[in-house]
């Protein structure tokens, strides 16, 4: 396993001057929180000077401040992030123990994140991902555990006007077989995973990076290992928060309208064609 900061300040801590000793002591005990500290506040919480700080950052061979507390930020994420872990905060929410709070928090979250969802990368990223579906022979959707329901969803909204769609979510034991066997290069591979992916979501990208099939991936941070073997990534950075599915559906969401959009007029007949069917045979109730 790859070493990070906090690995690196355990194994030099006890060869450090004593004061710099007491600062690693306090960054491998409460690395969460240290990731929003500025260098005064970092300082403070550990009984030292900011001098001291800044001399264990040069030791550690960073630039910067900025650039230490940006590894401490990514070290808290890998061993402290769960599937559940923000399902788990919702629960411990003191809002949550006022009538209708949780509603509001996870309303209030989900605009938080979808408003930040449009950074000018994850716009030239959407456009190119696009591009890659459009163009692809097939689009084969891929996601696992906690993503499976969003690939299932964007096969089956894509599936009304465009049949082009080869769902790897189903038969999950024969994925290997279907990758090996089925998917060529003029094929794309669009893969949904939340952090922490599992292990089959990392060797099925790393199978198709290897037969020379594009990837398009959508993920909750950059940090996903998968970002590699990838040609087009959109981030929503949305670990750890209660809406973070929500995110990665509107990035569905938005790609199943623009697809639609660019293989109109046909798009809307194939649909049109659907719901003749339904009406036909009384699939779907209108009145009751």
């Known amino acids: 396993m790859q070493e990070n900061i906090i690995d690196e300040i355990a194994k030099i801590k006890d060869v450090l001057p004593k004061k710099q000793q007491k600062l690693c002591h306090y960054l491998v005990m409460n690395y969460e929180q240290v990731g929003v500290m500025t260098v005064a506040e970092l300082a403070e919480a550990a009984g030292v000077g900011t001098t001291t700080v800044m001399r264990l950052v040069q030791t550690l061979d960073y630039p910067s401040f900025s650039a230490f507390k940006k590894d401490l930020l990514n070290a808290a994420l890998m061993r ?79 599936n009304s006007f465009y049949p082009h769609v080869m769902q790897l979510a189903h038969d999950l034991d024969y994925v290997y077989d279907r990758v090996s066997l089925y998917l060529e290069p003029g094929d794309v591979l669009l893969v949904i995973s939340i952090w922490p992916c599992t292990k089959k979501t990392i060797d099925v990208a790393q199978m198709c990076h290897d037969q020379g099939i594009p990837i398009a991936l959508i993920t909750n941070t950059s940090l996903n290992p998968i970002t590699k073997f990838a040609d087009a990534v959109i981030d929503t950075n949305s670990v750890n928060h209660i809406s973070g599915d929500t995110v990665i559906l509107a990035v569905l969401e938005a790609l199943v309208a623009e697809m ?28 009751y």
């Open 260 to 287: 639609g959009r660019r293989t109109a007029p046909q798009s809307i007949e194939n649909i049109e064609r659907i719901e003749r069917i339904l009406t036909d045979h009384n699939v779907v109730l209108k009145e």
């Open 80 to 158: 402290t992030t769960t599937s559940y872990r923000g399902l788990k905060q919702s629960f411990n929410d003191p809002a949550g123990n006022a009538a209708g709070d949780c509603f509001s928090g996870v309303i209030s979250d989900g605009i938080c994140m979808l408003e930040n969802l449009g950074t000018p990368s994850n716009r030239q990223q959407f456009d190119r991902i696009l591009q890659m579906l459009l163009g692809a022979r097939r689009i084969c959707p891929l996601g696992l555990r906690s993503s499976r329901p969003l690939a299932l969803y964007f096969e089956y909204a894509v």
